[in-house]
């Protein structure tokens, strides 16, 4: 079992649409959650950062952290064809990071 | 601030030759992790590095290396390279390595080995 497992996708979502991403972990003593956007060919950019249960907005993005079920959730309101990219779900366990593979957003018009 | 820098951005070798790699961190950040990615594995972590010592080493094998500089600039060496190792490596810093700690990405090297 992969410690950060998140759905490959393609996560196809019309224009206007809410996409939701979905993540799990493992390790139950991880402390800290990020949701990272990697557009192809680029590095990855933080998003959002999330350490305690319950939902945290930024803009149009919203993330979910539910520690007793082990899943941390991104939402991305009003999807724009700038969305599309590959979002990365990382946990921070005692300082080591760990990466989920990714689930690639399709937004189309 | 400036962002994480990394050089060369870009590498063509041939299977058999070493090749070093360079990270800056963002200025104040004292720990650098570096990190393989490829289409088929994700991002895979390889070591991170704090106060010019190595404190966590992902599962590759030894021609596969880093260290840190007091200016918390970071090197990694892969000695006798092989097809497989080509792949985006990237960089990431943060103040430590603490869990409320981000870490920031460079834009990555792109290895090629032929």
């Known amino acids: 079992q992969k410690e950060v497992e998140q759905n490959s996708g393609p996560l196809s979502v019309p224009e206007g649409a809410i996409a939701s991403l979905n993540c799990t972990y493992s390790?139950?003593?991880?402390?800290?959650f990020f949701w990272y956007r990697q557009y192809s060919g680029k590095s990855p950019e933080l998003i959002m950062s999330?350490?305690?249960?319950g939902d945290k907005e930024d803009g149009r993005f919203t993330a979910q952290l539910n520690k007793a079920s082990q899943y941390v959730s991104l939402l991305i309101r009003d999807s724009q064809p700038s969305d599309s990219a590959t979002y990365l779900c990382?946990?921070?366990?005692?300082?080591?990071?760990?990466f989920g593979a990714g689930t690639q957003v399709v937004v189309t018009p | 601030k400036a962002g994480v820098t990394q050089t060369p951005r870009y590498l063509i070798k041939t299977r058999g030759q070493q090749v070093t790699l360079s990270c800056s961190p963002i200025?104040?950040?004292?720990?650098v992790s570096w990190y393989q990615q490829t289409p088929g594995q994700g991002l895979q972590f390889l070591f991170e590095?704090?106060?010019?010592?190595?404190?966590n080493k992902g599962n590759f094998p030894g021609r596969f290396s880093g260290r840190q500089f007091s200016n918390s600039r970071s090197e990694m060496n892969v000695s006798t390279l092989e097809l497989g190792d080509s792949a985006l490596y990237l960089c990431?810093?943060?103040?430590?390595?603490?869990?409320?700690?981000?870490?920031?990405f460079g834009p990555g090297t792109r290895l090629t080995v032929l």
């Open positions: 200025s104040g950040h004292r720990s």
């Open positions: 990382a946990v921070n366990s005692w300082g080591k990071f760990q």
């Open positions: 390790d139950r003593v991880s402390q800290s």
């Open positions: 990431a810093s943060s103040l430590e390595f603490r869990p409320e700690d981000t870490q920031y």
């Open positions: 590095y704090f106060s010019e010592t190595q404190r």
């Open positions: 999330i350490y305690s249960n």
